[in-house]
């Protein structure tokens, strides 16, 4: 089994407050993504179909997607998206 940490700050981090004021099941699918992604071979990256699976609608997962992306929580990558900096936070295996 692989552990997520968030900081106890991470409510008030202003990426996670502009996430929230634009659509605020945008942190549901990062949490969501976040524990979906370190039980996977490449912890930090989200394939582009996983959050229309997270969020029971493509469309919607989509949108969200785009919401982390424009607040700077993921990041664009090939086939998908991956966490921003993940590398410097996620917990050693």
Do not use: C
């Amino acid at each position: 089994m692989s552990w997520v940490r968030y900081d106890d700050h991470f409510d008030s981090h202003p990426k996670v407050i502009a996430a929230k004021a634009r659509a605020m099941d945008s942190i549901t699918l990062h949490l969501l993504a976040n524990t979906w992604s370190a039980r996977t071979t490449r912890p930090g990256f989200v394939p582009a179909d996983v959050p229309g699976d997270l969020m029971n609608s493509k469309r919607r997962g989509t949108f969200l997607a785009g919401v982390l992306v424009e607040v700077g929580l993921w990041e664009p990558a090939e086939g998908g998206w991956q966490f921003h900096d993940h590398t410097d936070y996620r917990a050693p295996r």
